[in-house]
């Protein structure tokens, strides 16, 4: 009998190895796709948030290849829309930020580094002194040949990069098409090949997965939007040159906690000194992130997101961060997905682990402790003391 139990151990944990090498190599796998992966993942994104409203037209008796080309059709005409606002919008912001980068040159140099010198005792603006930078040039030929051959080597490999972005912008709607299509087939497919044993769990995590994800997804990309409008709309009524292309970079950046009001701050402040250069400019761009944080704070957030993926703020940020290194865009863009996944089953590992031997000890199981009943006539007291003449209390 122990013979068999050892075996049976031996086998689990063999099985156990083979998942975790099958989940290391799929994991190489993506490391070395990751360059031609991005327009797949992201029009897999487009897909699943699309495919419950051709769901819906599904349930209204449409035809599904009707009910996803509506749908296409209606994301397609909201990203036109979009494009065709932003991009004469965002090439005028563009235009008006070259054209001011002396403004902001002349300004960092001759006002905020003398201010920093001036409170820290620092020497920085000897080390930009045009003489003694051709200086450390000449002591540092060498290096900076090879830094140079670096920036030329990346240069003739911008063409290419460039052309693999044209071809992955003309791929994505063509795999977004085919992603809404084909989605219920891809979640069939997926689900057969789930041993049976397992399937119902699986399920139910997936579901639960399905229900975090795409709500929070929708309901921050509703944020984003929202308030890089509020920003763009709030600095440019300041008055700042830049406010529009500010605003919007904060409202892009409000996925990631503190990242996107820090850069209103950082950048609406700094546009407002080398533009006006007074107090009042400050206090208009200070009123705008006041009254675009109470917004989201006490309405946005609440009312769209909520607490729908249930990670901490450092949790996100590093999730990002940690996609960003090891897979570049296609890590930033699956950052938050696998990091709601990976909470949602982090809580089923926990749940089993409270129900597990290793947890409880000796107990089979942990039973919970019984609800305390109230009643009407006092409780008897019984003393853990004997009685004076040595004999046995009655039975209560």
Do not use: C
Not at 149 to 170: E, Q
Not at 288 to 303: A, D, H, M, N, R
Not at 327 to 342: Q, R
Request: hydrophobic share 55%.
């Amino acid at each position: 009998m122990h013979r068999e139990d050892d075996l049976a151990t031996i086998a689990a944990f063999y099985r156990r190895v083979q998942w975790t090498a099958l989940a290391l190599g799929v994991v190489w796998v993506v490391w070395l796709l990751a360059p031609i992966l991005s327009p797949f993942v992201f029009a897999a994104l487009l897909g699943w948030l699309g495919d419950p409203m051709v769901d819906r037209l599904e349930a209204r008796r449409l035809q599904r290849n009707t009910a996803v080309v509506l749908v296409f059709s209606v994301m397609t005409l909201v990203l036109a829309i979009v494009a065709i606002l932003l991009v004469p919008l965002l090439e005028q912001q563009l235009v008006t930020l070259v054209e001011s980068l002396p403004n902001y040159r002349d300004w960092f140099v001759q006002t905020a580094l003398p201010w920093i010198e001036r409170r820290t005792g620092l020497q920085i603006l000897s080390w930009l002194d045009p003489e003694r930078l051709f200086q450390l040039i000449r002591e540092h030929w060498q290096s900076a040949g090879g830094v140079a051959a670096t920036v030329l080597g990346y240069v003739s490999r911008s063409g290419f990069a460039l052309m693999g972005w044209l071809a992955n912008i003309v791929l994505l709607p063509v795999l977004t098409f085919f992603f809404l299509r084909d989605w219920d087939l891809l979640v069939e497919r997926v689900g057969a090949l789930v041993p049976r044993d397992h399937y119902d769990t699986v399920r139910r995590l997936a579901r639960e997965s399905d229900e975090v994800l795409g709500g929070f997804l929708r309901g921050q990309l509703t944020v984003m939007l929202i308030l890089g409008v509020m920003y763009a709309i709030g600095l440019w009524a300041v008055g700042l040159n830049l406010g529009i292309l500010i605003g919007l970079i904060a409202g892009l950046l409000t996925f990631v906690p503190y990242l996107g009001p820090a850069s209103i701050v950082v950048f609406g402040s700094i546009a407002a000194l080398v533009q006006y250069g007074d107090w009042q400019h400050l206090a208009g761009v200070a009123v705008v992130f006041t009254v675009g944080q109470i917004i989201e704070s006490y309405w946005l957030t609440p009312k769209l997101v909520g607490d729908k993926i249930g990670l901490h703020p450092m949790a996100v940020i590093f999730a990002v961060m940690a996609g960003g290194t090891l897979f570049g865009f296609l890590g930033m863009l699956l950052a938050l997905p696998v990091a709601a996944v990976a909470n949602v089953l982090l809580r089923y590992a926990q749940d089993r682990y409270r129900h597990s031997r290793l947890y409880a000890g000796d107990a089979v199981a942990i039973a919970p402790e019984p609800a305390a009943v109230v009643s009407a006539e006092p409780a008897a007291v019984v003393s853990a003391e004997p009685p004076a003449d040595g004999r046995e209390p009655p039975a209560t």
